[in-house]
T-cell receptor, first 113, second 109 residues
Framework: EPEVTQTPSHQVTQMGQEVILRCVPI?????FYWYRQILGQKVEFLVS????????KSEIFDDQFSVERPDGSNFTLKIRSTKLEDSAMYFC???????????FGQGTRLTVV | GENVEQHPSTLSVQEGDSAVIKCTYSDSASNYFPWYKQELGKRPQLIIDIRSNVGEKKDQRIAVTLNKTAKHFSLHITETQPEDSAVYFCAAVLEKLTFGTGTRLTIIP
């Protein structure tokens, strides 16, 4: 069964450093998302991406965040200058169309020290 | 934007009994309502969903109901088993998933 895959599974970075989280969505899906989950809390929407551009973003997704689809398969989330409060599990998700359920990757646990 | 409320935040149920989790949403334009199960340290997994043109859907031991007028929907798990223990999230979808706050379900053997 096709799956969304994410790398790395765990990333530790120093405050102020840039990180790039990588995702390979399910191949025939058209909509891509990043969500984050702070430990023990709910899953929060960051950004959605369709047709090579951002379609919606949340208040969390400020100028420090960017997304890119550099080729036909990868979908990346970059955090330019990490803060302690960016520590969370980051989930990539994809869906075949708008208004459908999304399928989640296994997540990248980002720890900012 | 859409706001999804979920209750209860924790729920303990004797094995074999039923569990019910309830959610309300704010945007009447939302038209798709999935439920996700998240085991500790793992990804949210879609377990059942319902579209706005349907009032009820069942899949073995789990069922969802939707009341569009009242803007609430519920997850029902019957004959609960220990492996049902997890955090359950409801969500409402218009153009993106907006999650509820989650319910930690514990099945007591």
């Amino acid at each position: 069964e096709p799956e969304v895959t994410q790398t790395p599974s765990h990333q530790v970075t120093q405050m102020g450093q840039e990180v790039i989280l990588r995702c390979v969505p399910i191949s025939n899906h058209l909509y891509f998302y990043w969500y984050r989950q702070i430990l023990g809390q709910k899953v929060e929407f960051l950004v959605s991406f369709y047709n090579n551009e951002i379609s919606e973003k949340s208040e969390i997704f400020d100028d420090q965040f960017s997304v890119e689809r550099p080729d036909g398969s990868n979908f990346t989330l970059k955090i330019r200058s990490t803060k302690l409060e960016d520590s969370a599990m980051y989930f990539c998700a994809s869906s075949p169309d708008r208004g459908s359920g999304a399928f989640f990757g296994q997540g990248t646990r980002l720890t900012v020290v | 934007g859409e706001n999804v409320e979920q209750h209860p935040s924790t729920l303990s149920v004797q094995e074999g009994d039923s569990a019910v989790i309830k959610c309300t949403y704010s945007d009447s334009a939302s038209n798709y309502f999935p439920w996700y199960k998240q085991e500790l340290g793992k990804r949210p997994q879609l377990i059942i969903d319902i579209r706005s043109n349907v009032g009820e859907k069942k899949d073995q031991r789990i069922a969802v109901t939707l009341n569009k007028t009242a803007k609430h929907f519920s997850l029902h798990i019957t004959e609960t088993q220990p492996e049902d223990s997890a955090v359950y999230f409801c969500a409402a979808v218009l153009e993106k998933l907006t999650f509820g706050t989650g319910t930690r379900l514990t099945i007591i053997p």
